[in-house]
């Protein structure tokens, strides 16, 4: 069961695995409509790019496919309502899509399909040229700059749960909505230019990009333990719970930690892997481009000795 308040369903029953991922319809709904809108707008720039006889690359597909449905899950179910009410399953709302959604949406390199598949001429070439031309601006150049992406990571923990900024914005279900949107947004900034997948305004070496990865571990950690050791709740919103649920108000901001800790833990291992894993590849790749132009020079070199051995003037180049 669940009541409403202003549109929005609120759950009144305690949570389960069941009633939490239950689906739920109601003003908040505009987060996952936009979410579906993105996953067929992107599986149709696949079909346009595969109707053209371009191979795009599967696991970006599945990838991009698979960030999508975490989104759902934490905000088109009854996620939404406990996350109103419960700090633990709010901090699993906000890290899902901060991290886990947000990696796989980016190793699905969203921009690189949107300008392959966008018309370059036509009407709705302005489309493609609209995100061209914000992808070259100075101000995407400044939010991509890893400086600026990290500080927004990190700072938005710090800023929304230590200040009052998150007790007004959960006064609505619009402020709670925009408050999830900043999340996504900063994660795919942060893993947009730690992945490097897509043409990004700020482009760092891979080494640099692994540094980004990792810097702020110690500051992610430092927060979940400040939950964690808290003595009295950090927020309002979640100081009181329904008495019938049975929940422990520090219990569940003990939890609440935990989950910040899982999350800033291995997620940050896997993309550090896969970070790793694209440098050993275009060192790879660099070195088979240099092996043959040594073979090239080589070969060219051969000729020109077999030229000379037979009496014939040197090839001037």
């Known amino acids: 069961m669940a009541a409403d308040m202003g549109g929005m369903q609120m759950p009144v029953d305690p949570p389960t695995l069941l009633t939490l991922f239950t689906p739920q319809v109601d003003v908040t709904s505009i987060f996952p409509a936009f979410a579906l809108l993105a996953l067929v707008l992107y599986l149709l720039g696949v079909r346009s790019l595969g109707r053209r006889g371009v191979r795009w690359p599967r696991r970006r597909t599945v990838n991009f496919t698979l960030g999508i449905v975490t989104v759902l899950l934490v905000t088109a179910t009854q996620v939404m309502g406990y996350g109103m009410m419960l700090f633990s399953i709010h901090m699993l709302q906000k890290m899902v899509l901060a991290v886990v959604s947000a990696m796989l949406i980016m190793l699905g390199a969203p921009v690189s399909l949107a300008i392959r598949t966008l018309p370059r001429r036509g009407r709705a070439a302005v489309w493609r040229t609209l995100l061209v031309v914000v992808m070259r601006s100075r101000t995407a150049n400044l939010l ?174």
Do not use: C, K
């Open 144 to 317: 991509t700059h890893p400086v600026v992406t990290t500080t927004l990571f990190i700072g938005s923990l710090y800023g929304f749960y230590l200040t009052p900024v998150f007790d007004v914005l959960m006064r609505h279900w619009a402020g709670s909505l925009l408050m999830l949107a900043f999340f996504l947004f900063t994660g795919l900034l942060a893993f947009g230019g730690a992945f490097g997948l897509d043409p990004w305004p700020h482009r760092v070496s891979a080494p640099l990009r692994l540094v980004e990865l990792v810097v702020p571990g110690p500051l992610h950690a430092f927060f979940a333990v400040a939950v964690m050791m808290a003595s009295t709740p950090l927020v309002e919103t979640f100081r009181q719970v329904p008495a019938s649920w049975d929940v422990d108000v520090m219990t569940d901001q003990l939890a609440a930690g935990n989950i910040v800790w899982g999350f800033g833990e291995l997620p940050t291992i896997i993309a550090v892997a896969i970070v790793f894993w694209q440098w050993v590849r275009s060192d790879e790749r660099q070195a088979r481009v240099t092996d043959r132009r040594v073979e090239v020079d080589l070969e060219a070199y051969n000729a020109e000795l077999a030229r000379l051995a037979a009496g014939q003037r040197p090839t001037v180049r």
